[in-house]
């Protein structure tokens, strides 16, 4: 196959429910490949698998983000492009150092016995079910990082299921295949009512303040204390939350095949917190629910061979270099004692996570305590995928928890 007819095939059915072999086969032709012209790759000049090329062009502040075209005429473009996930410098600097406060190692600590409490909560409300069958994702994936983010950030829990459904069809939307016009109506009523929410939210924590970031980011807002308007704090938070709760859930439900699939990790996790953390690292190497991300060129220059005009995108793929043969022997082999660099799941550069920490926290901490609760634990029916490219992952997980 060449190029074109692999990036057809990852774009079919088949390609969604397992695109790593289209992956590989995009490997044998080198780091970076040019597309094929094709009008719906009427941006997009090449397609990066290599992992030191996609980790140099991440680190590259020269390569930046292009705001789509009529962004200013889409609430959810704009709640995009006022927010520091998409755009670039001065205004990503100004708005992350605002944020950035917020992740500090003491807050960290502060979160770990949440995460404990919501996880154990969890886990209990699971064993009523007995030897019944479970959705992992409903019963465990989703509501730790909701719950967990819901509280940091100061967001109401009875809210969050009306929450969810907004963040779906923004998740939607933001799919390769997403930009149909029934999924940018469905995303832009999800961005306005996710405004109105907020906005609701910050007066009436002028009102009655707390100990969450939105209580702390309001009054600073109001004492001038920080370089953000609120209506870039408000698209902040959507993006923000949403960003730092679903990339978590896909962590766990991709995660849970993988581990059961090693029965010999998954006996020794509840005791071996280094291993924990190993297999929190392999998992996202392996099963990172980001995919795609794009970057464009500053100017006419050349990739490893291939030219790139300036303003023109390459699109990076980057499950592909966290499966790079050249970084990682035996990339489909789960190894949670792996050596070697670390997986790009997080980005890296200027726009690497902000709550990658988070993630991380919440997987090291929850999965030791999941397989101890359950070492029984086994998946009963074929795991239901996303069906998205750019965040791919696992929606359905029943699984039976052994008693």
Known sequence: ?????????????????????????????????????????????????????????????????????????????????????????????????????????????????????????????????????????????????????AEFIGIPTGDLAWYRERVERIDEFLDVAGKTPQRLAAANTAAQELRVFYRELLAHRRRVPGDDLLSGLVEALDAGEVELTEEELVSNLIVLFNASFVTTVYMFSNGLPLLLAHPETVAALPTDEKLAQGCVDEVLRMASPVHFLARAA????????????????????????????????APDTFDPTRPGPPSLAFGAGLHFCIGAAVSRLEGRLALPRLFARFPGLTVTETPTYSGSLVLRGIDKLLVSTGG
């Open 1 to 149: 196959m060449d190029v074109g007819e692999l990036l057809t095939g990852l774009y079919s059915e088949q390609g969604r429910q397992d695109p790593y072999p289209w992956y590989a086969g995009l490997h044998r032709f080198g780091p970076v490949s040019a597309v094929p012209a094709r009008a719906e790759h009427s941006t997009v000049a090449a397609v990066a698998v290599g992992y030191d090329l996609i980790d140099g062009l991440l680190r590259d502040p020269e390569w930046t983000k292009q705001p789509p075209p009529g962004w200013e005429e889409q609430e959810i473009l704009r709640t995009f492009q006022t927010s520091m996930m998409f755009v670039n410098p001065p205004d990503h600097t100004r708005m992350r150092h605002v944020f950035s406060r917020a992740f500090t190692p003491r807050r960290l600590g502060a979160l770990e016995p949440v995460i404990l409490r919501v996880v154990d909560d969890l886990l209990d409300r699971m064993a009523d079910a007995g030897e019944g069958v479970v959705d992992f994702v409903a019963d465990f994936a989703y509501p730790i990082p909701a719950l967990v983010m």
């Open 298 to 329: 500053p100017d006419d220059t050349v990739l490893d061979g291939v030219p790139i005009a300036k303003d023109d995108n390459v699109l990076i793929m980057i499950a592909a270099a966290n499966r790079d043969p050249a970084r990682f022997p």
